[in-house]
Structure formats: structure tokens, C-alpha cells
């Protein structure tokens, strides 16, 4: 297992624009530690294939280097990094056993046949595949496939890390679930480095300790997911993480104190607004907006008055779409909790309410 370490990593393809190069990877910089579990998070295009291909050795970055534990590796090839990888679709040899399929990578490297034997029923038992092991792969349904490709992943004891690109793409929704608490117990249990790569928030945020979010080449906040729920450090992880995620809006210096269209609004930053430049916004989340409740609370000056545009009722609770201007905001709502119809006007918890300069949080 090992420590990865990326510094000042920049990658790009080859392309220009406007003369300069089109950096796919714009800046990347980050530890990982041994034993971690990683999911990198993003949006399609943001570069995380290309981050996961530079660390598993397919890709050599443009700039900057890959260090595992104290060995600059970013020139080796795959092989020597002793990296195991796990794909989108299964990689299995179809005509040989399950057990010949999970003890292929140890007999790979010549592990003798008393050690082959009790790590394969090991990992065949860690993956629900006993009875299937004298079983042709050929006859295993796609989920029975990927787990083939997870256990020939995390079958040697020796690898530095194991990386997963998108590895439930292909499995029926139902067995996802099922497939990435196995996936969690198995790093519990063996602790292998483990990187994930998927652009599913529910994937990352259930299957790793640390998750890396990523947008236009760059990573723009590693955090737990409460860590990215609770305070995030870019409007972009704000709206990614969460459903509905973090409103974001726009905000105004007043005279030193933040304001959206004319509200006065508190928030958690201690910042001297004089000194503050660039573009202002405010981002609350739904679940920390409610209702201003006219008998205790009539007189609050930062209510904002708003327009109900649409209630979606999910049982457990209420998405409220309300209207101030002509910005939209989403609050959730108890399901016991009546909506008032006559002027409704909303509060936003001041702890929550995170003020962004240029997209980035204010502390
Ligand atoms: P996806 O989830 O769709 O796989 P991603 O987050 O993994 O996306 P990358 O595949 O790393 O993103 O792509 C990042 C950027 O680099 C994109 O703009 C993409 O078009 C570009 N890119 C990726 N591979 C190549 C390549 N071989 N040649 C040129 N440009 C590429």
C-alpha cells in the first residue's frame, strides 16, 4: 500500500486556445494516505479519467510529479507502480472458473499454489462468490462479472492502491446498493488504499472517507461528506453535493453588511466586507431556509418576502419553490408543517449561510 502524493500536476492533450494550452488538468495538488478511501467526484469532462490515467501510469501529466510513499513514479510504466484497476464493464476471462479468474493475478506472479488457494476462497467469500466457484465465468449474470473484476482487484496483497473507474455503470440499480456497502466493508476489512472515480454523489458520498470533488480541471475541495455538506468551500460543491443542492445567490456589500436584492442578510463569514472584491454570492441550503412563523416571529427585519411557485410533496417532507425577484430558491419543508398562504416570507439560518467572493468561501 502506499502514500500517493501529487504535486502541481497539469495536463493537457495537446490542444490550444488562443495560443496558450488547454490544460485538461489545471492544477492539482494532494496527499492521499495509505489506507484512505478516495472517491473522485465530478461532473463529466472535469478530468477525472484523466487524473485516475496519470496516477495508474496510462498517462504521463504535462507537469508536475507523482510521488507513492518517497518513489517519484511519474515515468513509470503501470506495471512497475503495482497498481490494481477495476473497470466500467468486467474484465473476466469467460471460458475459465470464477476461481481461475481470481487466482489469475496471483499465479501471475508466480505466488505458489499453498497461497493462491486460501486468499482466492477468502475473497470469494468476501464477495458472496463461494458457490460460483467452479462455475464457468461465461454463466455469471453482469453483477457476478463485476464482482469477478472487484475480486481480482483486491486479491493481492501487494498492490499500492486499487482504482475503480465507474465500476457499478453496468450493475441493475437494485444490486448498486448492495455492490458499494460490500465495497466499504471490503476496505474496512483489508485496507488497501482504494480511489473511486464516478460522477454519482450518492456513490461517493456512501462509499468513501475523503471525497475529492472536481470541476473544469481542477479539484476544488477534498472533505468528508459532511465536511462538503455542511461547508462548502466552492458554489459548485455547494450545488453538486446535495439534492436540491445549496441556493445560490446574489449578494451586495450594504454599507458593510451583506445583502441580496435589498435584504439585509447574516451569514457565517467574519470578513471585513471593505476589504472583499470580486463577484459576492450567498449559498444557504434548502434544508436550513423555513418559513417565517407570523406569531413569534413577524418583526424579524431579515425575513425575505417570496412567492410560492410550486410544493412537491415526497412524504417525508416538502420541496418548496418560492420566488423573491427573479431568483428562484428551493427550501425543504417538514411534511406536518403547514405552508402559509398569505405573504410568505422565508429566513435563512445564519450559521448555515455561507458567503462565496469569486465562488470561493469567505471564512
Ligand atoms: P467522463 O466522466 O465523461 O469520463 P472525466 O471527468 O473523466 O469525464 P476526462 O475524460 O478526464 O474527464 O476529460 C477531461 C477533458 O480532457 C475533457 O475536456 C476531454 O474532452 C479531454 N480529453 C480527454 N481525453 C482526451 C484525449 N485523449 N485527447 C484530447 N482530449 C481529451
Not at 504535486?7 to 489506507?35: C, F, M, R
Not at 472517491?39 to 501510469?57: D, E, Q, R
Not at 450594504?254 to 470578513?271: D, M, Q, V, W, Y
Request: net charge negative; proline share 5%.
Amino acid at each position: 500500500m502506499a502514500r500517493i502524493n501529487l504535486q502541481q500536476l497539469k495536463h493537457s492533450y495537446g490542444s490550444t486556445s488562443g495560443g496558450e494550452p488547454d490544460y485538461a488538468l489545471k492544477e492539482i495538488n494532494a496527499v492521499w494516505e495509505d489506507g484512505g478511501s478516495y472517491a473522485l467526484l465530478g461532473p463529466s469532462g472535469c478530468g477525472k479519467t484523466t487524473l485516475l490515467n496519470i496516477v495508474s501510469g496510462l498517462l504521463v501529466p504535462s507537469e508536475g510529479k507523482v510521488i507513492f510513499d518517497d518513489v517519484d513514479v511519474t515515468n513509470m510504466p503501470t506495471s512497475e507502480r503495482n497498481i490494481a484497476q477495476v473497470f466500467q464493464f468486467p474484465v473476466v476471462y469467460d471460458t475459465m472458473t470464477v476461481f481461475d479468474n481470481l487466482a489469475f493475478p496471483l499465479r501471475n506472479r508466480g505466488f505458489a499454489e499453498s497461497e493462491v488457494i486460501p486468499r482466492v476462497n477468502e475473497i470469494a467469500k468476501m464477495l458472496e462468490l463461494e458457490d460460483s466457484l467452479k462455475k464457468r465465468a461465461a454463466r455469471l449474470t453482469a453483477d457476478g462479472k463485476q464482482k469477478i473484476s472487484l475480486g481480482r482487484g483486491l486479491v493481492r496483497k501487494d498492490v499500492s492502491a486499487i482504482m475503480f473507474d465507474e465500476p457499478l455503470t453496468v450493475i441493475d440499480p437494485h444490486l448498486k446498493w448492495k455492490l458499494r456497502s460490500k465495497l466499504k466493508e471490503l476496505h474496512q476489512r483489508l485496507g488497501i488504499t482504494m480511489i473511486y472515480v464516478t460522477h454519482d454523489q450518492t456513490e461517493a458520498l456512501t462509499f468513501a472517507e475523503q471525497v475529492v470533488v472536481m470541476h473544469d480541471g481542477l479539484v476544488v475541495q477534498t472533505g468528508t461528506p459532511v465536511e462538503l455538506f455542511e461547508y462548502p468551500k466552492h458554489t459548485f460543491v455547494g450545488n453538486f453535493i446535495g439534492s436540491p443542492g445549496m441556493n445560490i445567490l446574489p449578494a451586495e456589500n450594504i454599507n458593510g453588511e451583506i445583502g441580496f436584492e435589498g435584504c439585509l442578510i447574516k451569514t457565517s463569514s467574519k470578513a471585513d466586507l471593505q476589504t472583499l472584491q470580486g463577484k459576492l454570492e450567498i449559498g444557504i441550503r434548502p434544508e436550513f431556509i423555513s418559513f417565517v412563523d407570523e406569531c413569534s416571529d413577524s418583526n424579524n427585519s431579515s425575513a425575505i418576502p417570496v412567492e410560492i411557485i410550486r410544493v412537491n410533496d415526497l412524504g417525508k417532507f416538502k420541496i418548496v419553490e418560492v420566488k423573491h425577484e427573479q431568483h428562484l430558491i428551493k427550501l425543504i419543508s417538514p411534511e406536518q408543517y403547514s405552508i402559509p398562504s398569505l405573504s410568505p416570507r422565508i429566513i435563512f439560518d445564519p450559521d448555515k449561510t455561507r458567503l462565496y467572493a469569486d465562488s470561493w468561501v469567505v471564512d
